[in-house]
């Protein structure tokens, strides 16, 4: 399965080291573009938003050619925005070029999640996306220490330039890439907007923002939360506890995902962050602080592709606009969550007892988690529609509580004839 993914995985892992690269190399970008390094950090949020409104609007335009098409599309402008970045001689070209990144990302994410459950069977697609979020988290993790490696010996112009490599390896990827891409499902005149309305969608696309709130958000302050709490010499361990553990979160629940399904592991991945952050608010030793960073890290990452199987495994034809929405609200989220804890830190809360505030937001999804859990099917039984379909792939259309239904809509099928998914 690997093969067929893994140009879509290599470009996750571009985006996941650009969301957070500009992080270790913030100083060395203010003095060369002669400003703060509060304004650099404007830079964060330009893409952030850009991610949040590109991947919901212009994915759907874009697939209406081809899913290749589109990929190539996204990359091109997210290599584009990266290095305009790099060469930016001005805060204003620096910022504009964020957008430009941000808008390619947030394209990028979208269909090519959707394009690696297209790619394999239906029982194969919790596998597939959590391999992408894998390329996500990986990035993510390796984003801050990377940049700061190549930054101390070519710059932060050499940061910028080495995501702009790894885009560009991707993109020849994809273009090389031997056979055919599915081609995405062209959406309905009502747009993208109209998978909201499902309760089951709007649910799991607010979890996904409290998720990308408490995780991520927190996950700003976790070297002032240790010294706080005199762990100060634990700061670089307690880091690599938390990205490996993402790390090797994401890249181990594609099986269990796909053999257990997304119902019973929804609540249990944010009780477990929730037992995480209650672990670091109440206990001070360094290992306790080390294994609970590390269960957080993997379970602020595997919400990802367990939501999202969640949320499409009986619409596989809306999988594209239901994941932009998603990540969307989880990059907002962690914006939030970091501008949040701002806020408090400077209205006197100690940075100590921002786990305790992330623990009151986790608890809130975890009742969105049951709630999402009830609405999600316990199984999707699968019909052939028409012998040979164009992509020669079964649609799931009804649960075993809903057999009627099933066969009802096997019935209209052979009506139909040959008919293309």
């Not at 925005?81 to 620096?94: E, R, Y």
């Not at 988690?369 to 028409?386: C, D, E, M, Q, Y």
Request: net charge positive; with cysteine; proline share 5%.
């Amino acid at each position: 399965m690997i093969r067929k993914i893994w140009p879509l995985v290599v470009a996750a892992v571009s985006l996941g080291i650009d969301a957070y690269v500009l992080a270790g190399v913030l100083p060395d970008m203010a003095d060369s573009l002669a400003t703060t390094a509060g304004a650099i950090g404007l830079g964060v949020t330009a893409f952030t938003a850009a991610y949040a409104a590109a991947g919901p609007s212009l994915s759907r335009v874009l697939v209406g050619r081809s899913t290749r098409t589109a990929l190539l599309v996204a990359l091109g402008t997210f290599n584009l925005g990266n290095l305009a970045t790099a060469l930016a001689p001005t805060f204003g070209v620096f910022l504009t070029s964020r957008v430009v990144a941000g808008a390619g990302a947030g394209v990028l994410t979208a269909v090519a999640t959707a394009t690696a459950g297209a790619l394999v069977a239906d029982h194969e697609r919790g596998r597939a996306m959590a391999l992408v979020t894998f390329g996500l988290s990986t990035g993510t993790v390796a984003g801050v220490p990377l940049g700061m490696l190549i930054s101390q010996h070519m710059g932060w112009r050499g940061t910028m330039g080495f995501v702009v490599l790894i885009g560009v390896l991707s993109m020849l990827a994809l273009a090389l890439r031997s056979g055919t891409l599915p081609q995405l499902p062209a959406s309905r005149r009502s747009g993208h907007g109209a998978v909201l309305r499902s309760p089951r969608v709007a649910f799991g696309v607010t979890l996904s923002f409290v998720l990308g709130m408490a995780s991520l958000g927190l996950y700003t302050y976790l070297l002032p939360m240790a010294d706080e709490r005199g762990l100060n010499g634990w700061g670089f361990a307690l880091v690599w506890a938390w990205g490996i553990g993402g790390v090797l979160g994401s890249g181990l629940i594609g099986k269990p995902l796909d053999a257990l399904g997304p119902r019973r592991l929804m609540p249990v991945v944010p009780a477990f962050l929730l037992t995480s952050f209650l672990v670091i608010q109440l206990v001070d030793t360094p290992v306790a602080w080390l294994v609970a960073t590390a269960a957080w890290g993997a379970s602020g990452w595997i919400s990802v592709p367990v939501l999202q199987q969640a949320l499409t495994r009986d619409r596989t034809e809306q999988a594209m606009p239901i994941v932009a929405f998603q990540m969307a609200a989880m990059y907002l989220g962690s914006a939030a969550g970091s501008a949040g804890g701002s806020a408090l830190l400077a209205g006197g809360v100690t940075a100590d007892a921002l786990p305790g505030w992330a623990a009151l937001a986790t608890a809130g999804g975890l009742v969105l988690a049951v709630l999402i859990t009830r609405l999600t099917p316990r199984s999707v039984s699968a019909v052939t529609i028409g012998g040979n379909s164009r992509r020669n792939r079964p649609r799931a259309v009804a649960t075993r509580c809903e057999e009627s239904a099933v066969h009802h809509e096997a019935d209209r099928a052979g009506s139909r004839g040959d008919e293309r998914l």
